[in-house]
C-alpha cells in the first residue's frame, strides 16, 4: 500500500504504540517480583548467547554427537578456580557444561512452544469460532489428550520413538498442543461476542480474514502468560524425560542427563555433579515462572484501563 | 402504500434454542422476535423502541442477515412495481400466487441467500452499535479500523485509502491527528463517531442505528443525534432507529415501531404515536417516562406491576394480558390479536380494537 | 436550622494518584443533606459523583485518597473515625446501592440469608449466620419477608430462597434495596440504581425509594444522570461537572431558573417527548481529563459565555437567591436575565 504521507513521521503515526510500551515499562518495574524473574531471564538468555565466550572448555561435534574434551587426571574433582563446577567422572569441566547446557533448554522451550502454540491456534481459533461439529471433533480429541498424565504420555511416545533430543521435542509438542488448544478457543469464545466482530461481518469481511485479523489477535495476549509459563516446564519436563535415560546422549551438555548421570555418585560424597545442573533448572524454571505471573498482571485489562 | 420502500419485511421469526441438561440439548426457544412485519420508505427514519430484550436488537441483527431468520421475507431495494407485486401477493393463498412470490423471493428475499450472496449487499446496509466499547478492536488504530470496509469492498484505489479516511473523519466531527489513535483513547462519544464513520464508509442506503447513544452522556448524545440527523439530509440515508428512550425516537423518528416480547403492538407516525397511543402497553410506556419539568410530576404514582415476561414461555393469547388493565377473559387470553389499521397508518394489535 | 441537617460535607477532595497523573476526581465539593429529603446529584460520566459517594461511606481505596475535607455526619466528622467505628456507619448509618445489584449482591447465598445476615449483624452482633439461635432465625425470617414486600418484590416466599442469577435485574436492584434497608440506616446512597433498567421498572424502583423515605423517614442522596429522574423524584439537586458542584437549589428553581451555562446546556440537550425539534442545542467537546482539568472555570472550554476571567479564575459557588448556589463568574448576571425573560413570558 502507498501510503500519501499527510501525518507526519513515524514517531508521530506510532504515538500511540509508543505510550502503551512506556506504560508496560512503567507497569514492569513497579513489580518487583517481575523484574527478579526478568533479570533472571535475561542472564540465562545472555549465558546462552556468549556461551562460547563465558565457558573455557568448548564441545566438538563428529556426526552430530557432542564431544566434550576431557583430563583423566582431573576426574571428579571438586569445584575450584580452575573447574568452576568441578569435573565428572571422566574429567569432564562441569561449569562450561551447564553453560553450553543453557542453549540447550531455551531451544527446546522456545521450539516445543512455539510450535504447540502454532497448533493451538490455529485449532483452537477454528473450534471457537466456526462451532459445531469442527468444534466438537477438535475438542474430542483435546480430552483424548488429557485423558493422559502428560509426563506418561510423553514417556511413551518418546520410549516409542526411541530416546534422543529430537524425539523428546516431538513427544512434548504432541503433549503440550491440546492446552493451547482449549485456551484459545476458550479466549476465542469470548472476544467472539464482541461487537467488533459483528462489525467486521457487517462490513462485508469473509470469516477466514475475520478470525486471522480480528480474532486470533486478540485472543493472545492472555496465553502469552501460559506460553511464558510452559517455557520453564517444557524446560523442566524434557529434564525430568532426560534424568529418566530418554533424552541425549550420556556426556552431552543437557542439564537432564547431567543430574541423572550424577545422581549415583550424589551419595558418594561427589555432589556437585548433580547439584550444579540442578541449580541451572531451578533458576531457569522459577524465571519464568516469575516473569510469567507477573505479565499476567501487567496484560489485565482492568490494570490497563 | 405505494411509497418506494427500501425494505419490507414480512412474518420475520427468529427463534434462539436455549440449550440445557448434560448434552446440551435443545430444551425450549427463546422467541426472540416472533413474526414482525412491516415497511420502511426510502428516505425515512423509524423507531423501534421497547424494553429491553423484547427483540429489538435481533430484528436489527436478522434484517442485515447477521444471523439468519429462522422465517420470513426480507425484500431490500427490490424495484417498485415488484414491491407492489409483493404487497398483492403475501396475503393470498392460492396455489399461482404463491408460485409467483416465490419466483419474486429466488430473485429479492434477503432470506434466500447464502453468506457469498450476501456480501455485494452488505455495502448497502450497515448497522451501527450500541456499546462503543466492544464495537471497535482495540488492538487496531482509527485508520486500520476505517481502511478494513474500503478495501474489503475497493470503495477507493489503495494510494487513496487515507485521504478517504480523513474525509470520513471530518464528516462525523473528527480530525485528523486521530487517525493513529487506539479506540481507548477516545472519549464514548468520539468512539461512536467512528462507528458511525465505519458505516457511512461504504455509501450504504440503510443503516440501522442500535441505541446509538445509549451508553452516551446526554450533551453528548445530543450532538451524535444532530449528526445523524445531518447525514441523513447529506447523504440521502434511510434509519432504523432502534432505542428503549422514547424522547429520543420522537426526536428522531418519523414513525414509530412499538415492541414487547417478539412482537411489533403498535405502529403509527410519531406524532400519532405521542398524541394519541391506541395499545394499553404503549400507554403504559408514556406514563412511566420521567418528565425533566418537576412542575409537571404526576399527582398519582401509578403503581407499575409486573415485568417483561421470558421470551421463552410468552403468556398465551396476547403476550401483555398479564399487565394489562383493559385485560377482556377469555379473549385477550386465547387470542393473539393482530396487527390492524385502525387509523390512517396506525397499526395496532389489540382486541379493544378488532372487536368493531 | 442545623438541626435537620443530617449529613454535611465540607470543600472535599479526592484523588486518584495513577500513572497518568493525580486524577482530581472530587475537588472543593461541599453540600449538605436534610433530614427525609431526596438530594439529587447529577451530572455526566465521570463528572465524581460515585467518588464523592464512594468517599461519604468511607470506600475508597488505592489508589485514591480523601486529600482534604469534613465529612460530618449526624455531628460526628466521619474522616476522624477507625475504620472499625466507620464499618458500624456503614449499614446503620449509610447505606448505600449500586448500578449493578450483582456487584453487591453475593452469587453464591440466597438472597433471603444475605438480607437475615445484615439483620442479624445489626440487631444481635451475629457475624456468623450459623451461629445464630434457630428461634431468632426464624422470627427475622419473616422480617425478611416483610422487607421483601416493602419493595414490592414479587412473590417473596419464592424470592427469598432464590440465588441472585435467577432474579431479573429490576428484582435483583429491589433485593439489594430491601438487603440496605435492613439495618435501617438513616441515610441511603444509591448510585444510579436505575441506570440498567427499563422504564416501566425504573418507575417502580424510584416509586419505591420515594416509599421508603415516606414510611421510614430516611434520607436518600440519589445520584443520577438523568435530569427528568430528578424532576420526577428529587427535592434538591446538586449539578456537578467535572470534580465541582456547579450550582445547587431545590428541584422547582433549578428546573424553573437554571443560571449555570452547564445546567442550562444539559436541560436544553433533552430531547423532549413533549415537543419536536428539529436540532437539538448540544454542549461541544466532551468532559475534560481529571488529570489536567482546565484552569479557572472548568467549564470554560465548553462555555458559550466563557471570557478572558473565567479562564483564570475559579468561581465560587455564591448564593443569588435564598438556597439556589451557583459557581460562575456571571451567576448574577444570568440570573437577573432568567428572572428577566421569565416576566416577559
Ligand atoms: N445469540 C443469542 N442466543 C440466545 N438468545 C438470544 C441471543 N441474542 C438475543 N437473545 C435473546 O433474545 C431476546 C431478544 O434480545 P435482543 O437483544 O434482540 O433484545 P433488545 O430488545 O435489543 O434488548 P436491549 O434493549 O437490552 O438491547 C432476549 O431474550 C435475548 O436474551
Ligand atoms: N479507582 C480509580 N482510579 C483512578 N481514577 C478513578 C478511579 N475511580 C474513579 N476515578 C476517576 O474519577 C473521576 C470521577 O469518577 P466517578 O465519580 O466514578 O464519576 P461518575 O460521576 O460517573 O460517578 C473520573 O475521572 C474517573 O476516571
Ligand atoms: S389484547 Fe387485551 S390484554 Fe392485550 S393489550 Fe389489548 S386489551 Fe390488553
Ligand atoms: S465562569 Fe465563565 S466559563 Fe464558567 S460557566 Fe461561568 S461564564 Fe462560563
Ligand atoms: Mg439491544
Ligand atoms: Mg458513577
Redesign the pocket.
Known sequence: MTEVEVTGGFRKAHESQIKEFKYTLYLMRRSPLTMTGLIMLLFVVIVAIFAPWIAPYHPTYIGGQQYWPYDSSQMLSPPSLQHLFGTDDMGHDLFSMVVYGSREALYIGFIVVIVAMLIGITLGAYSGYVGGWVDEAIMRVCDMFFAFPGLVLAMAITAALGPGLQNVMYALMVVWWPGYTRIIRGQVLSVKENQYIEAARAVGLSRFKIIWKHVIPNSIPPILVQATMDLGNVILTAAGLAFLGLGAAAYTADWGVMVSQGRAWLLAGYWWWSTFPGLAIFITVLAFNLFGDGLRDILDPRLRR | MSEDAILQIYGLKKY?PVKGGFFGKVIAH?K?VDGVSLEIKRGETLGIV??????????GRTILRLIKADDGMIFFNAPPDVQDRIRELVGRKDEKSKRELEEIRKKYDLNRKNDKEIRPYRRKMQIVF?DPQSSLDPRMTVKKILAEPLLTHKIVPSHKVESKIIELLELVGLKKEHLHRFPHEFSGGQRQRIGIARAISLNPDFIVLD?PTSALDVSVQAQILNLLKQLQRDLKLTYMF?T?DLSVARHMAHRIGV?YVGKLVELAPAEDLFNDPLHPYTKLLLEAIPIPDPTKRKKERKLFTGEVPS?VNPPKGCRFHPRCEYFMAGVCDKLEPPLVEVKKNHYVACHLYTKG | MDDDILLKVEDLHTYFYTYEGVVKAVDGVSFYVKKGEVFGVVGETGCGKSVTALSIIGLIDEPGKIVSGKIIFQGKNLRELSEDEMRKIRGKGISMIFQEPMTALNPVYKIGDQILEIILLHKYGIEDIKKAPKDIKKKERKRVIDMLRLVRMPDPERAIDSYPHELSGGMRQRAMIAMMLAAEPSLLIADEPTTALDVTVQAQILNILLDMRDKLGISIILITHDLSVVADVCDRVAVMYAGNIVEMADVYTIFKHPVHPYTRGLMQAIPSIAEKKEELKYIKGSVPNLIYPPPGCRFHPRCEYAQDICKKEKPKLIEVEPGHYVACHFAKEFFEKEKESDKNE
Open positions: 434462539f427463546v426472540a421497547g424494553e429491553s430484550g423484547c427483540g429489538k436488537t435481533t430484528l450500541q441505541e432502534i428503549h415492541m421470551a
